[in-house]
């Protein structure tokens, strides 16, 4: 028999930091993170809502499901796209927003944006149904049919990351991590391993070489050497490099998948690697 789906990823923004359109961008896209898992009908869980969102909205504008948007921190490479995001603009349509926290704070900024100084349309004019989510937010999520974990990243302001399970599949969500950052580790290597084990497909913040150090060390992104590292600590299947640098260019991508991917098979001839590309999809 076939096997059926347990869940359908897509890559809608892979960039990180700021949009990078260009000549030199044109083949894995210069739009911000963003990502959709699709795990049931009539439900669109979407990691992220960077510029990328944009596209997604399009998609969705004649998809009557239901959307939880689930941040994985408030930098604006994370959530710029989202008041362009067309579903809002939809009387009748349920969007559940879920921030994560500040400090001693939770604040919904990809709504908070919508100001009327940062952008035009104030949040209270909507027509949807939108819920910013900021107690509980996991266990809303698997009250609503979604199995997720969440784990914190080393980023400076705090980021969070999350694992989701369905029908014995896995997908494990770390962008804007520092794997070895030269402040406190908030997460060790060792737990993120823990946490990765076995996943089908970890997709993870790749933003940076050893050639861009030691300037940005410290500035919340891994190194590509050390997430192929941790995809072999944690025997993945697949692993997706995201989170671009913005001026990494379509050929220079192009290396970087195949220097990790032979480094991978090295090591266990099971493993994959793809650079993450806007329009790659993923079925499990």
């Not at 609503?144 to 999350?162: E, K, L, R, V």
Request: proline fraction near 6%; aromatic fraction near 10%; glycine fraction near 8%.
């Amino acid at each position: 028999m076939p096997h059926k789906l347990a869940m359908t990823i897509k890559f809608w923004g892979v960039r990180g930091s700021i949009p990078s359109p260009g000549a030199a961008t044109l083949r894995y896209g210069g739009n911000t993170s963003c990502v959709s898992v699709h795990v049931e009908a009539g439900k669109t869980l979407i990691l992220d809502a960077g510029t990328g969102i944009r596209m997604l909205g399009q998609a969705l504008a004649h998809d009557p499901t239901d959307i939880y948007v689930l941040l994985s921190h408030p930098h604006w490479d994370h959530i710029q796209g989202f008041p362009f995001f067309e579903p809002l603009y939809q009387s009748g349509r349920t969007i559940y927003v879920f921030p994560t926290p500040q400090g001693q704070a939770v604040w919904c900024a990809a709504l908070e944006q919508m100001d009327g100084a940062h952008f035009p349309v104030t949040a209270d004019r909507l027509p949807s149904n939108t819920q910013c989510i900021t107690e509980g937010v996991i266990a809303f999520l698997r009250d609503h049919g979604f199995c997720i974990s969440q784990i914190a990243t080393n980023h400076p302001g705090s980021s969070s990351g999350y694992r989701i399970e369905k029908q014995g599949r896995s997908v494990v969500y770390l962008t804007d991590n520092e794997l070895q950052p030269p402040y406190e580790k908030t997460t060790t290597f060792e737990a993120f391993a823990q946490f990765c084990r076995h996943a089908d497909v970890l997709i993870h913040d790749a933003q940076y070489l050893e050639s861009d150090m030691p300037h940005k060390h410290g500035w919340g992104h891994s190194l590509v050497s050390q997430v192929r590292e941790l995809a072999a600590a944690a025997r993945v299947k697949r692993l997706v490099l995201f989170h671009h640098d913005p001026e990494r260019t379509d050929d220079e991508l192009d290396l970087i998948q195949e220097e990790t991917h032979a480094w991978l098979q090295q090591r266990d001839p099971s493993m994959w690697c793809t650079a993450a590309f806007e329009g790659l999809v993923i079925d499990l």
